[in-house]
């Protein structure tokens, strides 16, 4: 596609429901990455792949974050039994290489709410 | 580890004026990128300028260039000829996409 596309845009969840957030990159893009924004804030890093391998998840916050991407292009972050906490932007990037050689192109990402 | 450090949490400046934001940061490695990325209201991070830390010349879009100084670790952005449509949250970022909190900046007519 043309650009990175994230869905939902808007995703409520009851506090202990499980989501699941997904990011289309940018065809043959080789790099993607996972941010949490919360309000107010910079970006976060949670996690990196580098086509099917998850290189990096240092940034996931805990063991209810899960991310995979399987086929080396779409992208699902999975959150389970969510809580208030976890309400932020979720933004996803993608990269034709890595380091930054050919930049990034963000999605315009989901924000999550939790009640 | 590395770290990205924006010290002004807010600027503003007058329209056609020139603005400077500044960003340190640390790390270890030799060969990295910075980026400065800006986020309208519509939260849609669009990339400004990009620098590669081996280029000693400073990188230039237009109105935008950089002040890189990697002995001090520093990548500041200078907005020149500033516009409206320039008001957004600026983002200093490293290579793999290290954050800085962000300078809100708000051009005034």
């Known amino acids: 596609g043309a650009g990175v596309s994230q869905s939902p845009r808007y995703k409520v969840a009851k506090r202990g429901q499980d989501v699941a957030l997904r990011c289309d990159p940018i065809?043959?893009?080789?790099?993607l990455f996972w941010y949490q924004q919360a309000l107010g804030q910079g970006p976060e890093f949670l996690t990196y792949f580098q086509n099917e391998a998850q290189l990096d998840k240092s940034g996931l916050p805990s063991d209810r974050f899960f991310a995979e991407r399987p086929e080396g292009s779409v992208s699902t972050l999975k959150i389970q039994r969510t809580q208030q906490e976890d309400s932020a932007v979720y933004l996803c990037a993608s990269s034709l290489g890595d380091r930054g050689v050919y930049g990034y192109t963000f999605g315009s990402g989901t924000r999550l709410t939790v009640v | 580890a590395q770290t990205v450090t924006q010290s002004q949490p807010e600027m503003s400046v007058q329209e056609a004026e020139t603005v400077t934001l500044s960003c340190t940061y640390d790390t270890s490695e030799s060969n990295y990128y910075l980026f400065w990325y800006k986020q309208p209201p519509s939260r849609q991070m669009i990339l400004v300028i990009r620098q590669e830390a081996y280029k000693q010349q400073n990188a230039t879009e237009n109105r935008f260039s950089v002040n890189f100084q990697k002995a001090a670790k520093s990548f500041s952005l200078k907005i020149s000829d500033s516009q409206l449509g320039d008001t957004a949250m600026y983002f200093c970022a490293f290579s793999f996409m290290r954050f800085g909190a962000g300078t809100r900046l708000t051009v005034k007519p």
């Open positions: 065809s043959g893009h080789v790099s």
